[in-house]
C-alpha cells in the first residue's frame, strides 16, 4: 500500500565526521561563552542572576515587602526564564544571598544561606528571600524605556537584555566563570571608589588606569583580608586586565596572657577560602609536627572572625610563627584577576580597568539619553491630550452640545476644533465632575511644567556635555549610599605591600633547648634535657651488659650526623630523639641502617666546618659538614671502602689545624700537611700511611706549633704534650715511627 510518510534515510547528509562535530562543538562553545558563563560588561551579570533579579522584580520582592519562599522564585526563574535545573538556579540564588561571597549582597536571605565555614545552604523549601536596596539601584528605570526586551525561551513573555541601573555591578561584586577556551575571574571593588573613578573618567576620557588607580586601590573583598602586592604589579594587572593578587589574613597584635605568654588571632580571612577548611589545615600541621612552633589552635568565632593560635612557647617569635602559616596553609592565597566580559555587541574579549569603566559610563549614557527620551515621548503624549482638555473648557458649550445632539460626536468634533482622534477620545472620557472651572487653571500649570521639562529633556538629548553633568549628579547622589562612612560602603581589604613570606629554616622553628646525648654500644639512643655531667653514673645509665658509645652536649635545634662503618652518613634531628627516660630507643627505628651496620660516629654537624675521614686501610680525605647531610632515612655513602676495610674515623677539624697526624695498629706515627689531603664529598681518598702489618688505629689534625697533646692515665686527668713533633714529619703515605714516649698504649689520640 502505497504511503506518504517521507523516508527518514532521505535527510542523511554526508559530512565529514569531524567537519560536523566541530561546527556543533562551535554552536555549544558560543552558547556556553555568550548565554552562561561570562558576564555582560554593562551590568556585571550572567543570564542566571539577571533572571532570577527580574523574576524577583515581577514578585515585588522590595526591601520594604515581606519574604517569600526561594522554591517560589526558583519555580518563576526556571519555568518562565531560564529553563535550566532547579538546582543549579538555587546555588546561583544563593550566592547573590552571601554577604561573604558578593561584597554587596543582591538578594537579601532569611533562612541558611550556607556560612564561611563552607556550608551548604538549606532546601529552597526552608528558606526565602526578597531583593536588596542594591538590586534595585542595579535595576532601576527598567519601566522607562532604558534598554532593550527580548522574549523568553518559549514566547510567552519578554525579559531585558541587560539592566539598566547606576550600581557599577560588574566590578564591585566581581565575577567567576568556565566557559569553553575562556575563564573569567574578576574579584570584588569598592563601590565608591568605581564611583569616583568612572566620574573622573566622564571629566578625562583620555585618563589611563594608571590615573583611574588613584581612585580604585584594589580589591575589596567582603571578608577583608590584605593585599600584599606592591603598586607595580596590582598597576600591571588593572592595565592588561590578567593578573593575580596575593591575599592574606589578617592577624590582630598578640594578646598578651598571663606569665608572659601570649596568643595570636586571626580576625579575617582570604576572599573564598571556608574557615572550617583553614582551622583544618592548621590542626593538620601541629598533628604531622610539622611547625613545631605552633601547639594549639582554636576557633571562638561568632558573628565576627576569631581564630586563636597558641604558640609551643613565649619565647617563639611571632613574626616567625605567622609567616610560617602563611607559607604552609591558605592564610595566604593567589586571587586571580581575568577580566574577560561580554562588550555592548555580545564580544568576549579583555578589559582592562579603563576599558570596563568606559564600557560602563558609556552604557550609562545610553540609558540616560533612552530614559530622556522614552520620558519626552511621556511628555508629548500628556501635552497632547492637555491642548485638547484646554480647546474642551474654552468651548465648552459647543462640546456639551455637540456630545448632547451627535450620534456620533467624535468626528464632529475633530472636524470642527482640529482635535486628534487621541485628544477627541479623552474629552469624550472625561468625568462630569473634571468640568469645573479649577481644573482649566490645575491643567495650565501642568503644560507649563511639563513644557519646561520638555525643553529641558531636549536640550540634554542634544548636549554630550549636559549628559555627563547629569550623570555625574546621578552618580554623587548614588554614592551617598555606599559611601566609605557608610557601614555598606566602609573598605573592608587593607591594601598594604608587604614581601613574600620568608622561608624559614626548620632548626629556627624549633625551640632552643640544652640536652644531653647519649648512643650505647647497642646502638641506643637517648636525649636527656640540659647539659648533664657525662661522667655521672645516673647519665650513663644502661641495661645490663650495654655501655656507652658516644655522649656529648648539644641543642634541640642540632642536627646530628651518625657514620656507619659501611661509609654511610645519615642524619638525625636532636630535637626528634627519644627522652631520656629509661634507656631510649633503638637507632635503627629512626635511620635504615644497611645489614645493621656498626656505627662508627656520632657527633653534631656544626661540630666543625669540615671533618677528618679515614678507613682501616689507611685512606682517608677532607670533606664539609654540609655535605654529609643526609635528607631521608636512607643517608647517603661518603665513603667508598675497599673489600674487607670500614670507616675508623670521623674527626672535626680544629679552624688552626695545619698537620694531620694518623699511627697504625703496628704502633707507627707519621705526621704531614693537612693540605696534602683532598676535599671530597664522595670518594676513596689518598693513602694516608703505609702498612706492613695491621691497618689504621687513629687519625686527627692538629696545629704543629702547638705540639699534639694527649690525656694521661689514671684518675688526675692531666695532659702531657710533645712540642718538637719535627721527627715525625714525613710524607704522606710513609710508614712513620713510634710515637712519643708516654703515648697512651691504645694507640688512640683521645676525645675530639
Known amino acids: 500500500m502505497a504511503t506518504d510518510i517521507p523516508d527518514p534515510f532521505d535527510a542523511i547528509v554526508d559530512a565529514p565526521f569531524d567537519e560536523a562535530l566541530s561546527q556543533r562543538y562551535l554552536v555549544y562553545a558560543l552558547s556556553t561563552i555568550t548565554a552562561r558563563s561570562l558576564p555582560d560588561v554593562r551590568d556585571g551579570l550572567k543570564p542566571v542572576h539577571r533572571r532570577l533579579l527580574w523574576a524577583m522584580r515581577l514578585l515585588r520582592l522590595d526591601p520594604a515587602a515581606a519574604y517569600k519562599k526561594c522554591a517560589r522564585v526558583v519555580g518563576d526563574t526556571i519555568g518562565k526564564y531560564h529553563p535550566h535545573g532547579d538546582q543549579s538556579v538555587y546555588d546561583a540564588m544563593v550566592r547573590l544571598a552571601q554577604t561573604f561571597s558578593l561584597r554587596y549582597p543582591l538578594v537579601d536571605g532569611q533562612g541558611n544561606f550556607g556560612n564561611v565555614d563552607g556550608d551548604n545552604a538549606a532546601a529552597y523549601r526552608y528558606t526565602e528571600a526578597r531583593l536588596t536596596q542594591t538590586a534595585i539601584d542595579l535595576m532601576a528605570g527598567l519601566d522607562e524605556g532604558t534598554v532593550d526586551y527580548r522574549p523568553t525561551y518559549n514566547g510567552e513573555e519578554e525579559e531585558p537584555e541587560v539592566f539598566p541601573g547606576l550600581f557599577p555591578n560588574l566590578l564591585a561584586n566581581g565575577a567567576s566563570g568556565i566557559a569553553v577556551g575562556m575563564a573569567t575571574a574578576i574579584p570584588p571593588h569598592n563601590a565608591a571608589e568605581l564611583i569616583d573613578a568612572a566620574t573622573h573618567l566622564i571629566d578625562q576620557p583620555s585618563a589611563t588606569t594608571a590615573d583611574l588607580l588613584h581612585y580604585v586601590q584594589g580589591p575589596d573583598f567582603p571578608t577583608g583580608g590584605i593585599v600584599a602586592d606592591p603598586p607595580a604589579a596590582i598597576r600591571e594587572a588593572y592595565e592588561t586586565g590578567r593578573g593575580a593578587f596575593r591575599v592574606r589574613a589578617k592577624f590582630a597584635d598578640p594578646e598578651k596572657l598571663s606569665g608572659g605568654t601570649w596568643q595570636l588571632v586571626i580576625t579575617q580571612i582570604p ?249 650505647s654500644q647497642r646502638g641506643w639512643i637517648r636525649a636527656m634535657s640540659g647539659h648533664r655531667e657525662l661522667a655521672d653514673a645516673e647519665t650513663l645509665k644502661f641495661k645490663e651488659g650495654d655501655g656507652p658509645a658516644f655522649a656529648f652536649h648539644a641543642h634541640t635545634t642540632d642536627k646530628l650526623l651518625l657514620a656507619a662503618d659501611n661509609g654511610r652518613f645519615y642524619t638525625l634531628a636532636a630535637d626528634k630523639l627519644p627522652g631520656g627516660r629509661g634507656f631510649g630507643e633503638p637507632v635503627g627505628l629512626m635511620l635504615d641502617l644497611e645489614n645493621n651496620a656498626p656505627i662508627a660516629a656520632l657527633l653534631r654537624a656544626g661540630a666543625a666546618e669540615r671533618l677528618l675521614l679515614a678507613a ?105 704534650t710533645e712540642a718538637d713533633l719535627a721527627q715525625w714529619r714525613t710524607a704522606r703515605g710513609a710508614g712513620g715511627k713510634p710515637p712519643p714516649s708516654g703515648f697512651p698504649r691504645d694507640n688512640r689520640f683521645g676525645p675530639s
Do not use: C
Not at 500649570?445 to 555625574?472: F, H, M, N, V, Y
Not at 655513602?637 to 697526624?661: E, F, S, T
Not at 687513629?698 to 702531657?720: I, P, V
Open 271 to 519: 576572599y573564598q577560602v571556608p574557615k572550617a577548611k583553614l582551622i583544618e589545615q592548621i590542626a593538620d600541621l601541629i598533628n604531622e609536627k610539622k611547625l613545631p612552633i605552633l601547639a594549639d589552635v582554636r576557633d571562638e568565632s561568632d558573628e565576627a572572625i576569631r581564630i586563636v593560635i597558641e604558640p609551643r612557647s613565649r619565647a617563639v617569635d611571632p613574626q616567625m610563627l605567622v609567616d610560617s602559616l602563611y607559607r604552609l596553609t591558605d592564610l595566604e592565597v593567589r586571587i586571580g584577576l581575568n577580566l574577560n566580559v561580554l562588550d555592548k555587541d555580545r564580544t568576549p574579549r579583555v578589559m582592562s580597568l579603563k576599558e570596563a569603566l568606559a564600557a560602563y559610563v558609556a552604557h550609562q549614557i545610553e540609558v540616560l539619553v533612552r530614559r530622556s527620551k522614552h520620558r519626552l515621548a511621556q511628555i508629548d503624549a500628556r501635552i497632547e491630550l492637555l491642548d485638547g482638555y484646554l480647546i474642551a473648557y474654552l468651548n465648552l458649550d459647543r462640546v456639551i452640545q455637540i456630545i448632547r445632539s451627535e450620534d456620533e460626536p467624535k468626528p464632529v468634533m475633530m472636524a470642527e476644533f482640529g482635535l486628534t482622534d487621541r485628544q477627541a477620545e479623552a474629552i469624550l472620557n472625561m468625568r462630569l465632575r473634571s468640568l469645573r472651572k479649577l481644573e482649566e487653571f490645575e491643567i495650565k500649570k501642568e503644560r507649563g511644567d511639563l513644557a519646561r521639562e520638555r525643553e529641558g529633556l531636549a536640550a540634554l538629548i542634544e548636549s554630550p556635555a549636559r549628559q555627563r553633568t547629569r550623570l555625574k549628579k546621578d552618580l554623587a547622589k548614588l554614592r551617598e549610599r555606599y559611601a566609605p562612612e557608610t557601614a555598606l560602603g566602609a573598605r573592608r581589604t587593607l591594601i598594604q605591600e608587604a614581601a613574600p613570606a620568608r622561608e624559614i629554616p626548620l632548626e629556627a622553628m624549633i625551640e632552643r633547648e640544652p640536652i644531653t646525648v647519649i648512643l
Open 616 to 720: 682501616s686501610d689507611g685512606r682517608g680525605f677532607v670533606a664539609r659538614a654540609v655535605d654529609l647531610v643526609a635528607e631521608t632515612r636512607k643517608g647517603r655513602q661518603v665513603v667508598n671502602l675497599r673489600p674487607g676495610a670500614r670507616l675508623k674515623v670521623v674527626r672535626p677539624i680544629a679552624a688552626d689545624a695545619d698537620y694531620v697526624a694518623v699511627i697504625g695498629d703496628a704502633r707507627k706515627m707519621v705526621l704531614f700537611p693537612l693540605a696534602e689531603l683532598p676535599e671530597m664529598t664522595r670518594g676513596a681518598g689518598v693513602q694516608l700511611q703505609r702498612y706492613r702489618d695491621g691497618g689504621l688505629s687513629d687519625a686527627t689534625t692538629l696545629s704543629f706549633a702547638k705540639g699534639l697533646s694527649w690525656t694521661m692515665g689514671g684518675e688526675s686527668g692531666r695532659t702531657r
